[in-house]
C-alpha cells in the first residue's frame, strides 16, 4: 500500500554484534536514503543510493554500511553495535536525485543496543 | 550546516494562526516540509524550489525566499489534526537529492 516497507519494526540487540535492518519498496524509485533520528537532532543521513551497487555516505555514516543489490532493496548494517547507535532509524524514497519531489518514508525501526 | 527552525515549540487554540521558519546559511536549491505526528513516520506536505514561489495546501502554505536561504511555513485557522512536529529539510543543487533536516518545531493545537 504505502510503497516502502522497513523490517524488522524493533529490535533489541547486544552491544558489539552486527545489525542489518532492511528497507524494501515497490515504487520503482532511484533513490533511497537511510536516516537516523534522535531526540534534539532531527532526521540525519546515514547512506543514500542513487542507484543499484550506487551509494555514498551522508552526514554521519561512521560505523554503518550500505549495500543495494536490486532497485528494491536498501539495506543498512550496524558492523558492531554500541550504545550510541540506539535510535529510530528511517528509510525514505524519492523518485528524482533533483530534490524536486518529496521523500516518502518508510515507517521505522526502533533500535536499542544494551 | 543543519537549517536553523524556529520557534521550537508552539501552542496554539484551534482556530489560530501559526508560523514556523526555516533559515539555512547554505545555497538553496529547494526546502520540503514535512509533518510527524508521534510515534509515526515523517509525512510530505510540500516543496519549494528556488525562484521564491509561494504553495498553497489547504489551509497550510509556504514561502521560499532563495535570496535569504529562508522559508517559512503558514498555517491558518489550525485544527487539532495540525498537532505534530513540522521538520524542514534543505537541499542544494547537486546533492543527489539528500535533504538536511532541521530539529523540528513541535506544534500543540488545543480545542
Known amino acids: 500500500d504505502a510503497g516502502i516497507t522497513q523490517s524488522p519494526r524493533h529490535k533489541v540487540t547486544e552491544t558489539g554484534t552486527p545489525v542489518t535492518l532492511r528497507c524494501h519498496q515497490t515504487e520503482n524509485h532511484r533513490y533511497m536514503y537511510w536516516y537516523r533520528q534522535d531526540p534534539g537532532h532531527g532526521l540525519r543521513l546515514i547512506h543514500y543510493?542513487?542507484?543499484?551497487?550506487?551509494?555514498d555516505k551522508g552526514e554521519v555514516s561512521d560505523g554503518y554500511s550500505v549495500s543495494r543489490s536490486k532497485t528494491e532493496d536498501f539495506l543498512l548494517t550496524l558492523e558492531s553495535a554500541t550504545s550510541s547507535q540506539t535510535s529510530v532509524y528511517f528509510c525514505?524514497?524519492?523518485?528524482?536525485?533533483?530534490?524536486?519531489?518529496?521523500?516518502?518514508f518508510g515507517s521505522g525501526t526502533r533500535l536499542t543496543v544494551v | 550546516q543543519q537549517p536553523v527552525q524556529s520557534p521550537q515549540a508552539v501552542i496554539l487554540r484551534e482556530g489560530e494562526d501559526a508560523v514556523i521558519n526555516c533559515s539555512s546559511s547554505?545555497?538553496?536549491?529547494?526546502v520540503h516540509w514535512y509533518r510527524q505526528k508521534h510515534g509515526e513516520a515523517p509525512v510530505f506536505l510540500m516543496i519549494?524550489?528556488?525562484?521564491?514561489e509561494q504553495k498553497g495546501h489547504d489551509k497550510i502554505s509556504a514561502s521560499f525566499n532563495e535570496k535569504k536561504q529562508q522559508s517559512s511555513l503558514y498555517l491558518t485557522a489550525s485544527q487539532l489534526s495540525y498537532s505534530g512536529t513540522y521538520f524542514c529539510?534543505?537541499?542544494?543543487?547537486?546533492?543527489?537529492?539528500?535533504?538536511?533536516f532541521g530539529k523540528g518545531t513541535k506544534l500543540s493545537v488545543k480545542p
Open positions: 547554505k545555497a538553496l536549491y529547494s
Open positions: 519549494l524550489l528556488k525562484g521564491g
Open positions: 525514505a524514497i524519492s523518485e528524482s536525485g533533483l530534490g524536486n519531489y518529496g521523500y516518502t
Open positions: 529539510g534543505t537541499g542544494a543543487a547537486g546533492s543527489q537529492g539528500n535533504l538536511i
Open positions: 543510493s542513487y542507484g543499484v551497487k550506487d551509494t
